[in-house]
């Protein structure tokens, strides 16, 4: 029989499942369980955010990045509204997180009470559990049945604790369960294994998708590329599954990718896809045979027609073809990919080296990829910038890469720094944003100067929407609202506590960049930036021609001609 407080208990289970830390703002439907935290502060610290949503995005990406569950803490209301733009991160990129959202005392629900809501209705799309506790005895089952939801399903767990039930004392037998959560073994079917051999063994032209179902199967991966003779496609949360120096490798796909990969796709008689859903079907080969292996089995065949389904472990599946498979002798189409591939890296560095002003966002990661440390954690934003980030850096296996793939929300950047330093403390942190992005949650720099997280954040300032006049441009039209209003980053940094660079001529670039570097604390670089829209590594016709519309809206408008910045993507059609 339980003679301790709910709230209590609630951070041993917690601290039995492995948690050490929650994200999260104090506030008055939170007050019991705040009380709690601060009596187990040495056992649980609580990482106080700026804004609910930075804390989501937090939780989600330490998720992403550890694999452990991630949990964060609001108050009802307005701070559990907060959270949905993180939590729906981790929904959509299969990130486990726990929330606890506090809510108005259990005898006033019900009443429309000030800022009570229904906050199972609000949670319902989002969350793959969903319960509000009603009495301190149930609590400690239902903290197990979140977390142990929140891996199996791989999303976000909600429950929902009334003010009052953390400082109650559980009296009553309670429901006996553990804090325990196991994977199934899942070991794929020898009868697909064999069909897939078969078709692998027939093959002339086969490539890889790789994408983050491969992250526990990096050796494997690059085994089977050699011996099947296969270039690899990464999807963008998959990138550093494959070192983007390796010969095999071809980058991303799409919008975002290579040239090579793109027509290495168009060309392929074989299509294996691995530990991916990729979305962007457009961009893949049509009347293809196909191999999808997946841990998930509704993933199998759900955006691709599939021949062979394999459901199971990437590591166990390659592992096993690995061990039948003879190397391929015929590599004319691997070697034709690897030529390409090395004319595309030179393309890419002539971008990068430039030393005129006004500065290039290629050039930024150039100077990046210099200070990049084997094990840096690399938190990418949501815009151009992950387009350069995706195109120019080259990953190594032994580094970290983090984004918000699915949702693509602005403003994870951030979020995702303060994470990787709350996940590895002494690894080196670089956040890449959008001064859009960074923007949504510059405040939560102040989170990161109070918990002394150490990182370097490098802002691409162009003072607009870059993406977002693109795409309209894109579309043949002109664009419309994407200006942003002139801001100096760095002297905000200074005045947050941390330390600021502006950078406006490219001969300050590198050197702000490496003393920023070379700082225990939270540094800003910002750099202004000369505003270039990322080029397609493969252009179609209606892109084209859109950009003939927007020149000749440009010119009626405006009564001269300008010609926009596709010249350089004319020779990718």
Known sequence: MFEDRAGKVLVDLLSEWGVDHIYGMPGDSINQLMEELRKE???MKFIQVRHEEAGALAAASYAKLTGKIGVCLSIAGPGAIHLLNGLYDAKEDSAPVLVLAGQVPTDQIGTDTFQEINMQQMFNDVAVYNEQVVSEEQLPALVNQAVRTAYAEKGPAVLTIPDDIPAAKIKKQVQKNAAIYE?????????EMEKALELISKAKKPIILAGTGTKGAKQELEQFSDKIAAPVVVSLPAKGVIDDNHPNCLGNLGMIGTKPAYEAMDDTDLL???????????????????IQIDNDPLQIGKRYPVNVGIAGDAQKALTWLNERITRSENRDFLEDSQEKMAKWWKEMEEDEQPTSTPIKPQQIIAEVQKIAEDDAVLSVDVGNVTVWAARHFRMKTTQKFLTSSWLATMGCGLPGAIASKMAYPERQAIALCGDGGFSMNMQDFLTAIKYNLPMTVIIFNNERIGMIKYEQEAKGNLDYKTNLESFNFAQFAENCGGKGYRVEKFEDLGPSIRAAASFNKPVIVDVCIEDEPPIPGKLSYEQVTSYSKQTIKKLFKKGKLEVPPIRKGLKRI
């Open 41 to 43: 502060k040495d056992k």
């Open 183 to 191: 994977e199934s073994e899942q070991v794929p079917s020898s009868t």
């Open 272 to 290: 294996i896809l691995i530990g991916t859903s990729y979305p962007y079907v457009e961009f893949l080969p049509e009347g293809v045979t196909c």
